[in-house]
């Protein structure tokens, strides 16, 4: 595998001068016990030791190196080497154990090995790329994770919408904006990845910890400083500055991050010829206070905009097949302004009475205000393209088979509060553990709805009376290369109720509400003598919302088996309700109406899994699959167009998902982690009156095959490749207005690779030999080939009639091609 992306790369360089020279010899403790996966490294590069505590590294000769020797819970140790071409060194350590024995903290993590949880380390999320690089970029490679746009970070687990997935930082939900219709509009997610110290990611079945929604829950935890340190990043993406430091005699740390992203590299590669002005900024501050040793207050804030306006001028498309190849021209007047600002600050106190015992108080407020101001003007012509190899007008119009305008208006506004007061609390005596939790969450919003669509298919438009006042002008006439003539229009009308709008939608809700929830669960590790280790999480949620008057109880188990085998093997069972409340945008139909009987959806979840740590190579991997089946009652049908999700706001379906996930991570390359996973799935629901019986959801993908590769140079460390491959199958669709029977159609599979190849000028705590660069910590540079197979995907259609056959054609919407990014990293 490593010489067939050694290839792909073009860094094919020997691997003979190096294998030839090598250190070995076996690491143990004080008393000559061996240690087994104790790591012996040189800088980033490193290896671990087998059962009996022995290893062997490869070394670059000629060179002084620094070696290391570490292991969890010893002291590390070190030596300095300096070999000659082909020569071999034994070199033997005894480490020993650390003084200060583990804290609580440290015992709970360790009963994680049952947790039905994914660990996600910070390193492989630096070296990830793709156009959303970052948590959420690797997350999507993640079994039962699926996403069909490289424009967005929001992704679909095993079947849900991006509604119906839980995200967490410091242990406070975080939102996505609600009114963002495709993923170039999106900007950044509220997460800072260069800010991040875990994260933890499960697709089902999780604890009655996490809160009411049915699909997943990322749970994200921002470091503490330990030191000073700066870190810049840039690219032709943008940047992002993070600053850290300790004061106060280490009793203060500040942690603070600024960003900014432009997708200007990105939306210049598409079909559509616009003026794009695309602005991304936020900042955030993550501070702790250790007021005494039992005491710590907390506060993290947040202020994001994102900007994004467009003025589209045109659209070239082609599409179509052999026997029918077609282009879409469209020449476009008006304009889009979209702004979504949000603002969030978080207050959290934090009590350790005792050295078991965890007590947090936490205050929150988020606000968000959206606007969607757009007016486009489309006159478009239809033409089939002559494909005769031979003909001088090959690759030409040469018969016009519909012309015609649409225009899209809208001027939305949302203003949304949410503030709550939680209290939540850890109790851990040992092999049991009890964790309890209390919250309650105000909510506020204001929006104001007003959206039309016209579409002109036949040239004119037929008013419904008259009276007409006359507004904008529409181009129908086109000449023979396609452009629109002056002078020769006619008038759209100004009153909507004098037209045949193909959409109009005009609404102004308020909603006031507030939900009262409540957890407790319990955890305990049983020892089964010889048999092995019995784990079981037990525990219940209840959530009350005011607004309906509905109350939901939500029980929730898991129980896992390590059995006292030589393989290191888990098998889990995890099943509970998931209850999910609406939100918002749950709660408006497709009309902008607000439904007041709005119940909350519920998904019972199933879910069987095997956990595997084993040894390849003499390194470690792990492999884990996972069976599911997912049980939905109460849902409420939507549509999805791109990343926009419209509601019909009624509880008149019922469902069910079932497929299994299949992941293996580890050292292919040594020291550095690698994964591939297959997922395969189906998500179907049964909508009362409709006579259809079961049929797919609009996140029906069946097939999702992703991997996440890193490699480096065998003679030169500092030279690195990351690669990202996605396949997924396509998703159904219809035309516009289609109910889920005339969903027949499937887009086109999603395929895409990704990959970066990066220097390392400067490696953290080794000396450089240009003294200038030693004032970094780390300093390393990139450039990243975004589609590089240059892969035609489509995210969606637009819909064009035919007049003369009163035939509907799809037009592609297509995803960026293959672009180039270069990327600089550097911290002090």
């Known amino acids: 595998m490593r010489l067939v992306l050694s290839a792909l790369s073009l860094l094919l360089f020997s691997q003979y001068a190096w294998a030839q020279t090598q250190i070995f010899g076996r690491i143990s403790d004080v008393d000559n016990i061996p240690i087994d996966g104790a790591r012996v490294g040189i800088g980033d590069y490193y290896t671990l030791t087998d059962e009996e505590g022995k290893y062997e590294l490869d070394v670059i000769p000629g060179k002084k190196l620094m070696v290391y020797f570490a292991n969890y819970n010893y002291q590390p140790d070190t030596t300095y080497i300096n070999l000659a071409k082909g020569e071999k060194k034994e070199i033997n350590r005894q480490l020993k154990l650390l003084k200060n024995e583990l804290g609580v903290i440290d015992i709970v993590d360790r009963k994680g090995r049952f947790d039905n949880q994914v660990d996600v380390s910070v390193k492989s999320i630096e070296s990830f790329v793709g156009p959303n690089s970052g948590v959420e970029g690797i997350i999507k490679t993640l079994p039962g994770v699926s996403s069909y746009s490289e424009l967005s970070s929001q992704y679909s687990v095993r079947g849900g919408n991006f509604d119906e997935n839980l995200v967490y930082v410091n242990g406070i939900e975080v939102y996505r904006p609600f009114l963002v219709r495709n993923g170039q509009q999106e900007g950044m997610s509220f997460v800072n990845s260069s800010m991040v110290s875990n994260v933890r990611f499960s697709a089902g079945g999780f604890e009655a910890r996490y809160g009411d929604k049915m ?155 959206e606007q969607e101001y757009f007016d486009v003007l489309g006159a478009y012509r239809l033409g089939e393209l002559n494909t005769n190899l031979g003909s001088d007008q090959f690759g030409e119009i040469s018969f016009t088979r519909s012309i015609g305008g649409f225009q899209n208006y809208a001027r939305n506004y949302l203003d949304a509060i949410v503030a709550n007061l939680s209290h939540s609390g850890l109790l851990d005596q040992g092999d049991v553990t009890w964790r309890w939790g209390a919250k309650v969450q105000m909510e506020d919003i204001i929006d104001r709805y007003k959206e039309w669509e016209r579409i002109d298919s036949a040239g004119y438009n037929v008013p419904d009376g008259s009276g007409f006042n006359y507004d904008s002008l529409i181009v129908d006439t086109w000449d023979s290369l396609g452009n629109p003539v002056a002078g020769n229009v006619y008038t759209s009308i100004l009153q909507e109720d004098e037209l045949n709008l193909f959409e109009s939608f005009a609404s102004k809700i308020s909603v006031n509400s507030v939900r009262a929830t409540a957890y407790v669960e319990r955890s305990q590790i049983i020892p089964l003598d010889s048999l092995g280790d019995l784990f079981y999480n037990i525990g219940i949620r209840n959530q009350y919302w005011s607004f309906n008057n509905q109350n939901v109880i939500s029980p929730r188990a898991s129980i896992s088996f390590k059995p006292n085998w030589e393989s290191d093997m888990v098998f889990r069972f995890a099943t509970g309700f998931y209850y999910q409340p609406p939100f918002y945008r749950e709660m408006r139909n497709l009309e902008g109406g607000l439904n007041e009987n709005i119940r909350a959806q519920r998904s019972i979840h199933f879910v069987l899994g095997h956990d595997y740590n084993l040894r390849i190579w003499n390194r470690p991997f792990k492999m884990v699959t996972e069976v599911y089946y997912k049980d939905f009652g109460q849902l409420i049908p939507y549509d999805m167009d791109n990343v926009r999700i419209r509601y019909r706001a009624v509880n008149n379906a019922k469902g069910y998902a079932t497929g299994i996930d299949y992941r293996i991570n580890g050292e292919f390359v040594p020291g550095i982690d690698s994964w591939a996973s297959l997922s395969i799935m189906t998500i179907r629901e049964d909508i009362e009156g409709d006579g259809a019986g079961y049929l797919p959801r609009p996140t029906d993908q069946r097939l999702n095959f992703k991997i996440f590769f890193q490699d480096y140079l065998p003679n030169d460390p500092t030279f690195r490749v990351s690669m990202t491959l996605a396949y997924g199958t396509g998703l159904p669709f219809g035309p516009p207005q289609a109910t889920a029977e005339e969903r027949v159609f499937r887009l086109p599979d999603y395929r895409r690779v990704d990959i970066g190849f990066s220097k390392v000028i400067k490696s953290e705590g080794r000396e450089h030999k240009w003294k200038v660069l030693n004032n970094f910590s780390s300093l390393w540079v990139g450039v990243e080939v975004f589609n590089l197979l240059d892969i035609t995907n489509t995210i969606s259609y637009l819909w064009v009639k035919d007049i003369s056959t009163a035939r509907e054609y799809a037009v592609p919407n297509y995803l960026t091609p293959r672009l180039l990014n270069v990327k600089l990293v550097a911290k002090i």
Do not use: C, H
């Not at 936020?282 to 804030?301: H, M, N, P, R, V």
């Not at 600002?341 to 965890?358: S, V, Y």
């Open 215 to 369: 699909a997943s829950v990322l749970d994200i935890t921002y470091r503490k400083p330990k030191e000073f340190g700066l870190s810049l990043e840039g690219s032709l993406l943008g940047g992002n500055l993070v600053y850290e430091d300790r004061f106060a005699k280490d009793r203060v740390s500040a942690l603070i991050g600024a960003r900014y992203r432009t997708n200007q590299l990105l939306l210049g590669s598409l079909d559509t010829e616009a003026d794009f002005k695309p602005q991304f900024t936020d900042i955030q501050a993550y501070i702790t206070y250790d007021i005494t040793d039992e005491w710590e207050l907390s506060f993290l804030g947040n202020y994001s905009r994102n900007l994004y306006q467009v003025v589209p001028q045109s659209r070239t498309t082609d599409f179509g097949t052999i026997q029918e190849s077609l282009r879409l021209n469209v020449f476009f007047d008006g304009r889009e302004d979209y702004d979504f600002t949000t603002r969030f600050a978080a207050l959290g106190l934090t009590n350790r009475p005792k050295k078991n015992m965890r007590l947090t108080y936490q205050a929150s407020v988020f606000q968000t205000t």
